[in-house]
């Protein structure tokens, strides 16, 4: 059975950071691809960022570009996403996605459509 699980969100404030952990289990994603997601409260679900795992291109959204940052943990199987200069608009439950097969272009990594499994989320609040 493949499971996602997503840890460290909480409350920060403006201007502080958090990471996120996503511990895969089950299979490994090491043709696919491996993502986060995030949806606020009232608002759809929307594309953070992701990484083609084969060759480690990683593909953000515009809104934390410079921001925030991507990686992962091979031999754990786990996939971190680092959140600096986080804002009060970054508030959501964030969501790791993955894809145990390759996803084809890396530009289309946004797409939720793409990926087979996902976390529970987890909540991140930034006050202001």
């Known amino acids: 059975q493949v499971q996602l699980v997503e840890s460290g969100g909480g409350l920060v404030q403006a201007g502080g950071s958090l990471r996120l952990s996503c511990a895969a289990s089950?299979?490994?994603?090491?043709?696919?691809?491996m993502g986060w997601f995030r949806q606020a409260p009232g608002r759809e679900r929307e594309f953070v960022g992701a990484?083609?795992?084969?060759?480690?291109?990683?593909y953000y959204a515009a809104s934390v570009k410079g921001r925030f940052t991507i990686s992962r943990d091979n031999a754990k199987n786990t996939l971190y996403l680092q959140m600096n200069s986080l804002r009060f608009e970054d508030t959501a439950v964030y969501y790791c996605?993955?894809?145990?097969?390759?996803?084809?272009?890396?530009?289309?990594?946004?797409?939720?459509?793409?990926?087979?499994?996902w976390g529970q989320g987890t909540q991140v609040t930034v006050s202001s």
């Open positions: 996605a993955a894809r145990p097969t390759p996803p084809g272009f890396y530009y289309e990594l946004w797409r939720e459509s793409l990926y087979d499994y």
């Open positions: 089950g299979r490994t994603f090491s043709s696919g691809a």
């Open positions: 990484t083609r795992w084969s060759d480690d291109i990683t």
